[in-house]
């Protein structure tokens, strides 16, 4: 799909993962979202017009023969659900053809919409199958379709900072941090895992959650409230430093700038 919401063809480490799936051997389709072009597909012919541009594209951008076409949600909108075997010039996976010859089953939305593929094959009841999956939903533990979704999210944001601060790293540029960053720092050096639980959950834009697991953690050590660490002298710098990323997360809550 040229027009995902979630990746882009034309990134660099997108493209090279569909150039190595290409060259082992796979065919590679256009998946064509029609409601990317809104009123600007009024008949058949914008609509052929557009996917044939697409599939230029890609077919440019791979160095392949694009062959296929699969519509993006083809039961929603007017010109997704057509019938035809062929649409500009590429052979239609949701033609009538292929439908009335493969029984169909999809994890869509992260679930299977018809039938569990596992029963489908136990029943072998079918000798045609089109299987419709995506890697986004499939994980090593059990997780609901919304978590799996936040995970994709999460991990793109956490490649997207990693190649940020490689590239400065590459170009020899100074990398200037939030003044906090010390901070972060040090609470990963003292925890690692709370360490990465505070900064993902501050990068969600969720920094209650973050204090509430700060807390979580100072009451494991027996510790109740920010007054308390500022009078331990046996860890003062610690202490400080966790009093003022409560601080930080508070100003994060109620909009004020953080210290």
Same mark, same amino acid.
């Given at each position: 799909?040229?027009?995902? @919401?979630?990746?882009?063809?034309?990134?660099?480490?997108?493209?090279? &993962?569909?150039?190595?799936? *290409?060259? $082992?051997?796979?065919?590679?389709?256009?998946?064509?979202?029609?409601?990317?072009?809104?009123?600007?597909?009024?008949?058949?012919?914008?609509?052929?017009?557009?996917?044939?541009?697409?599939?230029?594209?890609?077919?440019?951008?791979?160095?392949? &023969? #694009?062959?296929?076409?699969?519509?993006? $949600?083809?039961?929603?909108? &007017?010109?997704?659900?057509?019938?035809?075997?062929? #649409?500009?010039?590429?052979?239609?996976?949701? !033609?009538?053809? #292929? &439908?009335?010859?493969?029984?169909? /089953?999809?994890?869509?939305?992260?679930?299977?919409?018809?039938?569990?593929?596992?029963?489908?094959?136990?029943?072998?009841?079918?000798?045609?199958?089109?299987?419709?999956?995506?890697? /986004?939903?499939?994980?090593?533990?059990?997780?609901?379709?919304?978590?799996?979704? *936040?995970?994709?999210?999460?991990?793109?944001?956490?490649?997207?900072?990693?190649?940020?601060?490689?590239?400065?790293?590459?170009?020899?540029?100074?990398?200037?941090?939030?003044?906090?960053?010390?901070?972060?720092?040090?609470?990963?050096?003292?925890?690692?895992?709370?360490?990465?639980? #505070?900064?993902?959950?501050?990068?969600?834009?969720?920094?209650?959650?973050?204090?509430? @697991?700060?807390?979580?953690?100072? *009451?494991?050590? !027996?510790?109740?409230?920010?007054?308390?660490?500022?009078?331990?002298?046996?860890?003062?710098?610690?202490? *400080?430093?966790?009093?003022?990323?409560?601080?930080?997360?508070?100003?994060?809550?109620?909009?004020?700038?953080?210290?």
């Amino acid at each position: 799909m040229l027009h995902s @919401e979630f990746y882009s063809v034309l990134e660099r480490g997108i493209l090279n &993962r569909l150039r190595d799936i *290409a060259a $082992m051997g796979h065919a590679i389709g256009l998946h064509f979202d029609p409601t990317f072009y809104g009123q600007e597909i009024d008949s058949r012919a914008d609509l052929e017009r557009f996917i044939s541009e697409e599939r230029a594209l890609l077919e440019r951008l791979l160095h392949v &023969r #694009v062959e296929t076409l699969s519509f993006h $949600m083809p039961d929603t909108g &007017r010109w997704q659900a057509s019938d035809d075997d062929e #649409v500009a010039g590429l052979i239609n996976a949701f !033609g009538r053809g #292929v &439908r009335d010859r493969f029984a169909y /089953c999809s994890d869509s939305n992260g679930y299977w919409r018809f039938q569990r593929l596992a029963d489908v094959l136990e029943a072998v009841a079918d000798e045609r199958l089109h299987v419709l999956t995506h890697p /986004c939903w499939w994980t090593p533990e059990p997780m609901a379709p919304r978590q799996r979704m *936040a995970r994709v999210i999460g991990g793109r944001a956490d490649w997207l900072d990693r190649h940020y601060d490689s590239l400065i790293a590459d170009s020899g540029r100074v990398n200037l941090r939030h003044a906090d960053q010390e901070a972060f720092t040090w609470l990963l050096s003292w925890d690692e895992a709370l360490g990465y639980l #505070v900064e993902e959950l501050i990068r969600r834009r969720v920094p209650h959650l973050a204090e509430v @697991e700060l807390r979580r953690r100072l *009451a494991d050590l !027996g510790i109740g409230d920010e007054s308390r660490l500022e009078e331990d002298r046996n860890d003062h710098q610690s202490n *400080a430093t966790i009093v003022a990323l409560i601080g930080r997360l508070r100003g994060a809550v109620t909009g004020a700038a953080p210290p």
